[in-house]
């Protein structure tokens, strides 16, 4: 840092308390919410915690402010945190703005009307993102992380405060979405159930009138948890709605989406194009694609087997295993198919054998009884339809229709 004089350090420190208070005079949401941004790396936001490191009692022009009074317990805490943030101590940056965050929200509901929603939304931002690094100090000096927690209860409160009639309500989504993320990196998830409850069932709510950006990333995480809870067409309807309204610049995003949206629509049936997934950088899919169509259990073992890691983070892993089920309805219409060309008139009869056979030359090892045992929980799950000739050791093939589409719905449980 440059050389700083207590003149202009005092200077800085005014400027600020200034545009401060015009803000909140003027109802300037837009303008007071870029004096909270934190980790934003605003240089103004950097330069005023180099002169609150140089002039150390600005707590007393504070107090001097005629304007800023009523809202010194707001802006003491404020600027420790500004303090801490710039000298690179998380925690007590976290401590201190979490008590300006509780003094703003006591001024916030005393306002009538939703003008400081966009300073809100980066209070309850930065709150988040300052505990999330606050856990990594605590954590790098031994100590148990707990400051993420503190964010999602801070964060409840908040959601509690916009959660009522009048124009503040289409500020609930946005936090909510905030806790969906804190739950999701503190392995909470269960803790989400309530608030979707508060905001797919209160009747002050109307899902139409939130915001599209935070409607898509609710869908999003919504549609995660239905991953999660196997409930693969509340899934596909959540992310499907989250990928046709995200923005089609932000291919990040998209790509968010997809990685939960496309074992999705695998598990319903639905494969997507290689373009698709070369554009978003999903290869990592390409090669359970092709087992699929090909009908190639060794490719797909080998495919989660290679991207396993990547898979268990994302938590789909458990929803591409179970597509076995179908690469083996794939394996079994193969060799329906070539029987059909060689002998149409006992295409039906498929030896267990032949699967055996079929398997074999895959280099997967199995005895009869696995195979019969594979066949029959095809024919439970309805994706073959047949009987058994046990003493033949044969499937009987339905001559209409032996094999079903899943057309767009989930394998029956």
Partial sequence: ??????GEAHRRINDYLNRFSDAVSTQDGASLKQLLSLSSNNPAILSLADALNVFQDANRLIKQSDNDTQFGEILVHLFRAFQSYRVGSFIDSYQAFEKSANAFIQEFRNWDTAWALQALYVIAYEIRVLAERADKELASNGKSPEKLKGAGSFLMKVFGVLAGKGPKRVGALYVTCQLFKVYFKLGTVHLCRSVIRSIETARIFDFEEFPKRDKVTYMYYTGRLEVFNE??????????????HCNPQSEANIRM???????????IGILPNDWLLEKYNLVEYKNVVQALKRGDLRLLRHALEEHEDRFLRSGVYLVLEKLELQVYQRLIKKIYIIQKQKDPIKAHQLKL??????????EISMDLDEVECIVAILIYKNLVKGYFAHKSKVVVLSKQDPFPKLNGKPVNS
């Fill in 1 to 6: 840092m440059a050389y700083l004089s207590m």
């Fill in 231 to 244: 409930n693969f067409p509340a899934a596909d309807h959540k992310l499907s709605y989250a990928l046709r």
């Fill in 257 to 267: 989406i997809l990685k939960y949206l496309i074992p999705v629509k695998l598990s």
């Fill in 353 to 362: 054998e032949v699967i055996v056979k079929a398997l074999k030359w895959l």
